[in-house]
């Protein structure tokens, strides 16, 4: 994965993804930031990245209405939540949506390595 989109309304939760990342080996990666869904859209225009990994509640666009917007776009860019959302109805709703993953809050690197294996 060359680029990796990372969009959080926490800039904290953005550094603790980033470093847990390199951790779990994507230490290469060119890692690209947005505050919430309605920056995420527009980044992920503008770089075409590899992966994005949001949240689910952001203000602006939530994580739901920023992955919708990208599929109605025609971006199919693996996707992944990270989240404190993960009931089974989140879940449910992330898939469906077309979601490849959600990761739950608190995470490690571990989890990254266990989620982006899915993906890679």
């Known amino acids: 994965m060359n680029k990796i989109l990372l969009v959080d309304d926490s800039k904290t939760i953005r550094m603790l993804i980033k470093r ?3 951790q779990a080996g994507f230490d290469q990666a060119e890692i690209l930031e947005a505050e919430d869904g309605a920056q995420g859209l ?3 225009k503008a770089e075409n990245p590899d992966l994005i990994l949001s ?5 602006e666009m939530s994580g739901m209405e920023f ?3 990208l599929r109605a776009d025609g971006i ?11 009931t089974p109805t989140y879940k ?8 490849s993953f ?5 995470f490690n690197a571990d989890s990254f390595a266990e989620a ?5």
């Open 42 to 44: 527009a980044v992920a």
């Open 76 to 86: 199919q860019t693996t996707f992944g939540f990270i989240t404190s959302e993960t």
């Open 67 to 69: 992955l919708q917007a």
């Open 20 to 22: 847990n990342l390199r």
């Open 55 to 59: 949240d689910w509640n952001m203000p």
């Open 102 to 106: 959600l990761l739950s809050k608190p």
């Open 92 to 99: 449910e709703q992330a898939l469906a949506a077309g979601a």
């Open 116 to 120: 982006l294996g899915v993906v890679a």
